[in-house]
Structure formats: C-alpha cells, structure tokens
C-alpha cells in the first residue's frame, strides 16, 4: 500500500509524524463533543488541506511499520507502534468515511429534469450550482407531465435556436425533452465538492478501505436515484399490477415511461456515471465501474421493469400500437444503454434491455397473427341493412392503414410470411393465397395482403346471410370498393399492396357490380324482349296484345319492385352509386325506349293505355336516382308527369 | 413462428411421436405414458434435493440443505419440471386440446400463478442482490481481520462493519422503513441526531430495503404465495388422469419452489408466509417436497421469533459468526490473547470461506432465476396463444 504523492500541491506543508497523529486524534469523533459536532470539509480550507496531510502522513509511516522486519528483542515494541499507527489510520478512515458521506449528501438533490435545458447553456459550474441549491422551482410531476405532451418527438436539436426562447421565459420548459434524443451529462454535483471527494476516495482506497467507500457512496447515490424516479413519476408497479390495469390506463403510463426512460438512460443514468468516473477517476480502473453499477441496477431495474411487463402481457389487436411505440423508444434508446452501460458488471442491465425489445418484437408479430386470425374468425352474421359496408370492413382497413404508419418498424420485425400453408392448409374454412404471384414482396406486405384476403374471405361468408342475392353482390362491391379506397388514399399502404394486387382489387368489386346487374336486371329487361308477341299465323298486325298487355304489367310491377327495394339499399361512396346507377340506365332506358317505340301503337291504339304504359322513359331516368340512396321511397314511383 | 425451435430434441420427439399416435388411433396411452414419466421424474428430482445421494450433507462442502448451491439445484429442478411439463401439455398437441373445459379455466388459474411467480423471481432476484450487500460488508470485516497483527484499528473498522452486517442480517421485514438514507452507520452522532448515543443501536441497515424496492410498496411476498395456493384444487374424478393432472402437478412445484426462495431469500414482505400449504400425500411426486416443505417450515417458524433475514445457510452462519465476532470486538483489549486469536482466524477463515462461496454463487443463482423468468414467460406465451386459438372466436370490434 503505497501512500498517494501528489495530494498537496506543496509539500513543504508536510507535517511530521506525531503532529499528524495529534490532528487526527483531535478530529476523533468517539473522543471530543467537538469532533462529533463539526465537519471539517465544511469549515476552513486550511484545516481540510492540514488534516489530508496528517493522513498521508500516517499512511506512510503505515507502510514503513508494516516493511520493517521486527527482531525478537523488539517484537512488543514494534507491535505497540503498528498498532498506533492502525489505530490512528482507524480513526483517520471512520473520519474520512463521514466526511465523504456529509459531502455527498449536502451536495444531493434530485435532479431537476425540467431544468436540464436551461443548464444545457450555461456553463458547467453554474448549473451545478443551480441544480443543487435552487430547490423553489421545483415541479411536481404532473406539471411534468403536462408539458411534455407537447414536446414529445423533438427532432433533437437543442443548440442555439432553441436558446432566445428559453432566455426569454426561464420558467417554459416545453421542450425539454428535446433534449434527450442523445446521451447528455449533466454534473450532479458541483465541481469544487468532486474534487474533494475525490481526495478523500484516494486515500480511502490506498489504505485499503475501498468497500467502505464504494458502500457510503452507493448508498447515498442511490436514494439520490430513487429520488429523481420519484420526481419522474417513475412508479413502482408489479407484473401482476400491470395485468390487471385497464388497457387505456396502460397507454397512458407507456406515454409517460417512454419519456421517463429516455431522461433516466441519457441523463441520469448517464450523469451518474460521469460523476463515478471523476470521483473515482485514476484510482483503479473498475472502482467508478463498481460504484456506478451499485448506485443504478436496483433502479434500471425497476425501470425496465415497466416495460418487460408490457412486453409480456395478453396479446389483443388493440395493443398493437402503443406496443410498436414502446418498442421503437426501446430501440431507439438501446445504443445509448449499450454506451451507458457498457461494462461487464451491467451486463445483465444490457442484456434485460435487449431481451424486452425482442419481447416486444415477439409480442408485435404475435398480435399480428392473433389480428389475422381474429379476422378470419370475427363470427358476426348478422347482416348489414342495405348491404353497406361492414363494421369488420371498417375497423380492418383502419387497422391496417395504422400498420402502414408503422411500416419502417414492422418492415424489420416481420420476417415470415403469413402462415396460409402450413396452419390453414387444405381446410374449407380459410381462404387460398397465391404467393407466387407475389414475389418480391416483404413479408409485411404479404401480410397486408392476407389480410385483406382473410377479410374478403370472412365478408363473403357473411354475404351468404343475404336473403336477396343481388344484395349479397352490392355488399360484396360496397365493401371491397372501400378496401380499394383505404388503399388508395395511404401511399405507403399502396405501395406495399402493390398496383397488381390493387387491379384485382378492383376488378373483384367490378365483377360483384357486374354479378349485382345480372341478378337484378337480367329479369326485368327479360320483359322488353321481343319474343313471344308476335303471333304466329296471324295476319292483322303479327302482334298479340293480349301478351304484350301482360308483357307490361310485369315489366311495372318488376321495376316498381325492384325500385321500392334497392332505393332502400346503400352504396356510401357517391362516385360508385353514380356510375352504378349510369350503368343501369345505360342497359334499362335504351331497351325500355325501343321496346316503347315498337309496341306503343298496340297498346295506345287500345282501351285505358295508362294501365299499360305506366312510365315514360324519363319517369325511369328519374326513378334510377333514387336506387341506392339508403332510405325508403316516400311515393310510388311517379307517374308520367303530365 | 416454430414453437419447436428452441426446444431441446427429445422434446422434440415427445411432439412427433404423439403427433403419430393421435393420428394413428387416437387413443390416450401414449399421452399416459408422458404424464406417468413426468410424475415419476418429478418426484425424482425432489427426491434428489431432499437427500443428496452422494450424502454430503455437511457444511463444508457447501451442498447442505439451503445453501447457495442447494438452491441453484432447487431452481435447476424447477427449470427441469417446466421443460418436460411445457412437453407434456403443448407441444404437438392441437389448440382445441386445451382450451376445452375444464382445462381451460385450470390453464387460466395456472397463467395467473405464473404471473405471480414473475413477480417474486423479480423479488428474489433483488433479494439476491442484498445478500451482496451483506457478502461486501463481510469482506470488510474479513479484511480487517485477517490483517496481523490485530490492533484496535482493525478492531474497531471490524466492528463498525459488524453491525451493519448485524442489522442487515436480522432484519425484520415487517419493519418497512423506506427513508433510510445510508446504510453504513455514522461513527457519530450528527446534528443533534442521537448525537454520543451508541453508534451500534443506530446501526443503518437500509441494503436489504432500498434495493427490495423494485416493486411496489404494497407488494408482499407472503401474499403472492398465499394467493397462488388458494385456488390449487386436486383433481378429481376423470380430471385426476388428464391434463388436468400435470397442470396440479406443476402448480405444485412453482408454488413450493417459490415458496423455497421466499424463504432462503430476503424479499418484500414475508410476514404471514405460510409454513405449510396442502399437498395430498398420496401422491408419489409429492413425498420429497411434503418432507422438505416441513423441513423448511420449521426452520421458517425458528426464524420468525429471531427475525433474521433469510434461511439460506450461508447467511445464517454469517449472522452466527458475526454476533461471535461483535463479542470479540466488544471485548477487545490490544494485544488479545493467542488462543482468543486463533478462534478468530478460525472464524474469520470460515467468513471468508462464505464469502467466497457467495461470491461464486450469487450471481449464477440470480442468472437462474432469470432464466426462470424468460422460461416462465415463453410458456406463458405458448399456453395464451393455444388458448386463444382453440377458442371460439369472439368480436374483436
């Protein structure tokens, strides 16, 4: 044990052995009131310089007693010296421990996060002193909490262009946690206190009572910590707790973690650390290690806790968001843990860290496959009124287009493809998808893309729960021309659905309007056919009218049926009820206007022609726009208008 | 995702042989034949820990009944019992399996348990960490000690790590005093407080509450335990040959090895731990553990009365040695007598020699206890995934 050097900056100051022997003695607390009452690093500089000097003092003669040899004759002798000598550095070490432990307290207050901004301009020493002293300003948490809805999401840059705000009103600090998109220290405690401790640590350690020391400084620190999560909000929940909170509940507080954590890794853990490394700077190389991990496992640990909870909690569609958010702030944050907590006694801090993520990772890609099978399965048979677009439609298509938002995250965690072959082969009850077609795609997209498959799949049986077959169409082309629309309007949900799939997309709810024409109208224009009037072997006209009499009440009874049904069905997106509605009439009016043109003369040339020829062609035309508009016509169609 | 992929081979071989058997004529006894190995393995192992076969129940090997080692093997158990039960319940076996009843609402108690083994791992684990605390105390004590000649300076720098070590040792954990700042005691009165009192009654001992503190305030380990051996029902009738039996049998093992580290181990909140929970006797797997849970319950009723931190052995003869060492301390006069001082190397060797077998063993055993978590959670998963396929689908709007 070699006693230090280079303590004092002149060493003529020197003081011999039994002066030195003396001062401490003098500081010997179990011995004088006077001892036990003052501090002698909170008193005259002088005194402080005199007293490390009586230690390196006794330190020295320590090593000299300890080398000599003793020879029988002087045995007792030499015990009796070493002895003093152990005592006097006994009572050096005890004094030294409380100093240090005086210094460390009087010199602890939490950090004030709100403050970091401001002491991000001054200079060093400044904020020190600020930090430690200035405790009126003081914010309660939900202050805290408050502000940093706003400040959330910073682009990190704290530098000049933020500073004419920030001196011009001390008190806002909305932003900052812009602050903590990087590792910063900040200094826990000022600068003239680091080197006395720092005095004190080394002699602490050159005479052997390292463990002291690193314990003294532990625990202090610690609760210096656990103070700061107070102040952070930082709660201290279960596993089990957080199981039985409400989902929403657990939104709110993964809100505030994310932005707790990033404040505790970049800058309090972080400062922590700097703080160990100047106290404990040159001394040996593990100590400020050592201390470090002492003073911060307990609360990384609880606060990783938080979100190792999250990460294990009941899988629902619902949590996926927040989870991807929780996640991406894990991962954003894992380089800094990893720099923070670099050395092998954190190790398990590292590591705890990267296994939540992949948690969080696991638990996206398992809600992910919980969704699709929710979707495939969501059993509800009661059928929309209208054939309008399904709740299921809805909620799916909004799901997705929130996925798309978190495209660059799950781009990286869902690496297979969805499990159509294996899970579902060769069972009636799920859909087919071919992936060859699909090559090249990301797994995400395909996803996607078995997604909307599922969903088609599941609406179709639903479909089948129609009683009027063309309904079932219109429901089928309502609800994939939506999923076409939530596609289109998201570029990055476009681009990952691809054009291709997109045309199919889109000639599958063509087909259904197509499938939707036949089963209605087929029927009805059936009526306007020429076939079957003319009689044949007859001279007179070649026309019977008593078919075509009946020819036309059937084609008016059809179409008032058929009008009084479908103006009670629903198509939402106007441009499709339009075009819908135009490509009826471009099949209906024509035929009727022929049909009309070539058999009007029989039956106006006849009794009561009104029963017959109900409608004009324009009364159809008019009738045609009140298909699809999704309530109840209030008259009979109308009448020729004159 | 393949649930198999991690999974060691012969598990692996349990999957595709019930796979076949199932496909083949679907009868049970393949099925049997798992769930009587895995109670027969069970009671194996415990068997095991109960009476080491090689006998080397002595202190000095370090093997003997709740030491460090003991319970590494105790967890190891643990970790063992899970695997094959994980085997025995999922693997291969069709969602719709398990999620009818009444296995379903079984599965369901057994995932809240399993929840509440999380928590006391987590509890543990730290508790792990303050018998550090205690071990870096000890080597304070064993370094001044060990230094020759002994003089009042050793002495006293022992003596002032002695009682910390004496008060972070018996602590009572009902005492719940969260505000204690530091936990080496001041060498003298400060400010008025208790100022030329006896430094060794304001002993500060705040190691084992600061860092138990990872949970919340209200959280007790007693409670957790009690609260996972309230709904364990035997099953009966036709449950008592399926599925129903390995979910008892597991519960079982969670819950006494919990029970186990709760006891050996500092934790949040012991008081009104029980010292016995119900386990039929006629089970054969049951036998080791019915007769080390009456082992440790006793041990657990003595520890109650004195209020020491832990059962583990190691900590318990850290306290002997040390109440030894506070009375060499206190009735110290320089220089001490050959024979006084040769009893104290002794002790001190034997300090140091836990020391050692702390500092070998701690962290290996908070690792298992981490791993026990990881495993505990990957099940989890598994067991909520095959329960929420094989269900009847509900509205997810």
């Known amino acids: 044990m070699e006693p230090p050097e280079n303590y004092s900056t002149d060493t003529s100051f020197a003081v011999p052995f039994e002066d030195a022997q003396k001062i401490i003695l003098r500081w010997d607390s179990t011995a004088s009131e006077e001892a036990r009452e003052r501090m002698i690093f909170d008193g005259d500089r002088q005194e402080v310089d005199l007293y490390l000097q009586a230690v390196d003092e006794i330190q020295k003669s320590m090593s000299s007693t300890s080398i000599s040899s003793p020879s029988s004759d002087h045995r007792d002798q030499d015990n009796n010296d070493s002895n003093k000598v152990n005592s006097a550095i006994q009572i050096a070490m005890a004094r030294l421990e409380d100093e240090f432990r005086n210094i460390l307290i009087n010199n602890t207050s939490p950090v004030e996060v709100d403050s970091l901004v401001v002491s991000d301009h001054a200079s060093a020493s400044a904020s020190a002193a600020s930090l430690s002293h200035n405790t009126s300003s003081l914010r309660s948490s939900d202050e805290f909490d408050r502000e940093e809805v706003g400040g959330g999401g910073g682009s990190g840059d704290h530098g000049d262009a933020l500073d004419p705000i920030h001196r011009a009103d001390s008190s806002n600090s909305s932003a900052s946690y812009r602050s903590t998109s990087s590792i910063r220290e900040i200094d826990l405690i000022p600068q003239e206190a680091v080197a006395d401790l720092q005095s004190i640590a080394r002699r602490m350690i050159s005479a052997g009572y390292l463990r002291e020391c690193i314990q003294v400084y532990g625990s202090v620190r610690k609760s210096a910590v656990d103070a700061s999560f107070r102040r952070l909000g930082i709660e201290k929940l279960s596993i089990g707790d957080i199981q039985r909170l409400e989902w929403e509940a657990l939104e709110t507080k993964i809100r505030r973690w994310i932005r707790a954590a990033k404040a505790c890794v970049r800058i309090l853990f972080a400062s922590e650390k700097k703080l160990c490394e100047e106290i404990f700077y040159g001394i040996g190389t593990a100590i400020d290690d050592a201390c470090f991990v002492e003073t911060v496992k307990g609360p990384a640990i609880q606060l990783f806790n938080f979100a190792e909870a999250i990460s294990i909690s009941r899988r629902s569609p619902e949590k996926m968001f927040k989870i991807l958010d929780l996640h991406d702030a894990l991962m954003d944050l894992l380089p800094d843990i990893e720099v923070v907590f670099e050395s092998k006694s954190a190790d398990s801090i590292r590591v705890q860290a990267a296994e939540i993520l992949s948690r969080l990772a696991e638990a996206a890609r398992g809600i992910l496959s919980e969704f699709e099978s929710a979707v495939l399965r969501e059993p509800s048979v009661v059928p929309v009124p209208g054939g309008t677009i399904h709740p299921l439609t809805r909620y799916v298509m909004n799901y997705i287009c929130l996925i798309s938002d978190y495209k660059q995250t799950l781009i990286d965690l869902i690496m297979s493809k969805p499990s159509t072959g294996s899970r579902y082969s060769g069972d009636p009850t799920t859909p087919d998808m071919e992936f060859a077609e699909l090559e090249g795609k990301t797994p995400l997209a395909l996803h996607l893309i078995w997604i909307i498959v599922i969903l088609q799949f599941n609406l179709e049986g639903k479909s089948k729960h129609y009683k009027d077959a063309s309904l079932a169409h219109l429901f089928m082309m309502n609800n994939v021309h939506y999923i076409v629309q939530k596609i289109k309007r998201s570029p990055e949900l476009r681009e990952m659905i691809g054009d291709d799939y997109l045309r199919k997309l889109t000639g599958k709810f063509r087909q259904a309007a197509t499938s939707y024409q036949r089963a209605t109208w087929v029927s009805v224009l059936y009526c306007l056919r020429d076939e079957g009037l003319h009689v044949s072997g007859s001279f007179s006209s070649g026309v019977s009218k008593s078919a075509l009499r009946e020819r036309f009440k059937t084609f008016n009874a059809m179409f008032e049926d058929v009008h009084r049904t479908q103006a009670t069905w629903l198509i939402p997106d106007s441009q499709l009820r339009e075009e819908l509605r135009i490509s009826i009439s471009e099949k209906l009016i024509p035929a009727y206007r022929s049909f009309l043109g070539r058999f009007r003369i029989h039956i106006e040339s006849g009794k009561h022609p009104e029963n017959y020829i109900k409608y004009s062609v324009e009364d159809l035309e008019s009738a045609v726009l009140d298909f699809f508009e999704g309530y109840p016509v209030s008259q009979h169609l109308r009448r020729r208008s004159q | ?397």
């Not at chain 2, 076949?20 to 068997?47: C, K, P, S, W, Y």
């Not at chain 2, 999922?90 to 399993?114: N, T, V």
């Not at chain 2, 018998?131 to 003089?151: D, F, H, N, T, Y």
């Not at chain 2, 080496?184 to 600061?210: E, M």
Request: glycine content about 6%; hydrophobic content about 40%; aromatic content about 6%.
């Open chain 2, 1 to 397: 995702m393949p649930a198999t992929e991690h999974q060691p081979s012969f598990l692996g071989r349990i999957s595709i042989r019930r796979n076949q058997v199932i496909a083949m004529d679907g009868n049970h006894e393949q099925e049997l034949e798992d769930l009587e190995l895995f109670q027969r393995h069970t009671g194996d192992r415990f068997a095991d820990l109960l009476s080491p076969p090689d006998n080397q129940d002595s202190p000095l090997t370090g093997e003997s009944f709740l030491s460090i080692s003991w319970l590494r093997k105790l967890v190891d158990v643990l970790l063992c019992c899970e695997a094959e039960f994980k085997a025995v319940l999922i693997m291969g076996r069709e969602p719709s399996q398990i999620s009818k009843p009444p296995l379903d609402r079984l599965l369901s108690d057994f995932m809240e348990r399993s929840v509440k083994v999380l928590d006391i791992c987590n509890a543990v684990a730290t508790g792990v960490d303050s018998i550090r605390q205690c071990q870096k105390l000890a080597e304070i004590v064993v370094s001044a000690l060990e230094q020759k000649p002994i003089g009042d300076g050793q002495v006293k720098r022992a003596r002032k790590a002695l009682s910390a070590l004496m008060s972070a040792l018996t602590i009572d954990d009902k005492e719940n005093n969260h505000s204690r700042y530091a936990e080496r005691t001041w060498s003298f009165g400060r400010r008025g407080n208790n100022s030329g009192g006896n430094h060794k009654d304001r002993a500060n001992h705040g190691s084992l509450r600061s860092s138990s503190m990872v949970v919340a305030k209200n959280w007790s380990a007693a409670k957790q335990i009690q609260a996972m051996c309230s709904n364990l029902a035997v099953p009966r009738g036709g449950e008592s040959t399926g599925l129903a039996q390995p979910v008892y049998i597991m519960s079982n093992v969670m819950v006494f090895v919990m029970w186990a580290l709760v006891a050996a181990i500092p934790c949040q909140e012991r008081s009104g731990l029980p010292t016995h929970f119900q386990i039929p006797k006629q089970f054969g797997w049951a036998h080791s553990i019915i007769g080390m849970q009456e082992k440790i319950g006793e041990e657990w009723k003595k520890k109650e009365k004195k209020g020491s931190a832990g059962l583990l052995e190691e900590m318990q003869r850290m306290e002997k040695l040390g109440q030894s060492l506070i009375e060499f301390a206190d009735g110290f006069q320089f220089p001490a007598e050959a024979e006084k001082l040769e009893e104290v190397a002794a002790q001190v060797a034997e300090l140091a020699e836990i020391c050692r077998r702390m500092e070998e063993g701690l962290m290996p055993l908070q690792q298992q206890i981490r791993e026990v978590f990881h495993r505990i959670v990957r099940s989890r998963t598994e067991v909520l995934d095959s329960l929420d396929n094989g269900k009847v689908s509900q509205p997810i709007m």
